[in-house]
């Protein structure tokens, strides 16, 4: 996949930077425009690292790291970054969550004015699940990977309990629903479910009991 960098164009932005395919690599790269399509040589400046505060949320417990993000990248809140601090040795996947910058609250901001990032650890998660039961309802949690996939329709076990997922809250709004829908865990709220009652020997005799006297 060619590699795509913003530079000005001398043919028809000479001013204001826009897109281009890097061609030639290396000391002397040369480009191609993506609105006239003009060759050209260039000069590609080299992206200084930031060194970025971070604050990590795992379960019920935050920590600070820091990582280092290379300058001119604008952050967003709700993007996917590896957080790896290498002095401490730690690396860990998040989403983000909140960004601070100038002593408030944004929604995104080039990483050079980033005070700090508050994001939500991805590598494992804990599902809050909601289970309807006989007499009313009941909460069990499940620990699965960020990636892992609950699907609504399918069933599961946790704390020793079965049940059938009726429907998924997303985190930020929304629920999915259709038998099939797919989320993977790091994005999920809280899963709705009902239980699966496994049938005692005495129901199940009785179940089939009934079948062979034509009940059912």
């Given at each position: 996949m060619t590699e795509e960098i913003i530079v000005v164009c001398p043919m028809c932005s000479p001013k204001e930077p826009v897109g281009h395919d890097i061609l030639r690599p290396g000391q002397n790269p040369v480009v191609q425009c993506h609105e006239c399509g003009a060759v050209h040589p260039t000069t590609i400046e080299e992206k200084k690292p930031v060194k970025t505060k971070v604050i990590v949320s795992k379960d019920d417990v935050s920590f600070t790291l820091h990582t280092n993000?290379?300058?001119?990248?604008?952050?967003?809140?709700?993007?996917?970054?590896?957080?790896?601090?290498?002095?401490?040795?730690?690396?860990?996947?998040?989403?983000?969550?909140?960004?601070?910058?100038?002593?408030?609250?944004?929604?995104?901001?080039?990483?050079?004015?980033?005070?700090?990032?508050?994001?939500?650890?991805?590598?494992?998660?804990?599902?809050?699940?909601?289970?309807?039961?006989?007499?009313?309802?009941?909460?069990?949690?499940?620990?699965v990977s960020g990636e892992f996939e609950f699907i609504?329709?399918?069933?599961?076990?946790?704390?020793?309990?079965?049940?059938?997922?009726?429907?998924?809250?997303?985190?930020?709004?929304?629920?999915?629903?259709?038998?099939?829908?797919?989320?993977?865990?790091?994005?999920?709220?809280?899963?709705f479910a009902t239980e699966v009652r496994k049938k005692g020997w005495g129901e199940a005799k009785t179940s089939w009991s009934a079948k062979r006297n034509g009940r059912y």
């Amino acid at each position: 996949m060619t590699e795509e960098i913003i530079v000005v164009c001398p043919m028809c932005s000479p001013k204001e930077p826009v897109g281009h395919d890097i061609l030639r690599p290396g000391q002397n790269p040369v480009v191609q425009c993506h609105e006239c399509g003009a060759v050209h040589p260039t000069t590609i400046e080299e992206k200084k690292p930031v060194k970025t505060k971070v604050i990590v949320s795992k379960d019920d417990v935050s920590f600070t790291l820091h990582t280092n993000i290379d300058a001119g990248e604008m952050i967003y809140v709700d993007d996917e970054l590896i957080v790896d601090d290498e002095e401490a040795d730690e690396v860990y996947p998040i989403i983000v969550t909140s960004l601070e910058a100038g002593g408030r609250r944004v929604e995104r901001e080039e990483i050079e004015n980033v005070d700090v990032i508050w994001g939500r650890a991805t590598d494992e998660v804990t599902a809050k699940i909601s289970i309807k039961i006989r007499n009313g309802s009941t909460s069990v949690e499940k620990r699965v990977s960020g990636e892992f996939e609950f699907i609504v329709g399918e069933k599961y076990n946790a704390e020793r309990k079965d049940f059938q997922i009726t429907k998924i809250k997303i985190r930020g709004g929304g629920f999915q629903s259709r038998k099939g829908d797919r989320v993977p865990a790091k994005y999920i709220k809280r899963i709705f479910a009902t239980e699966v009652r496994k049938k005692g020997w005495g129901e199940a005799k009785t179940s089939w009991s009934a079948k062979r006297n034509g009940r059912y």
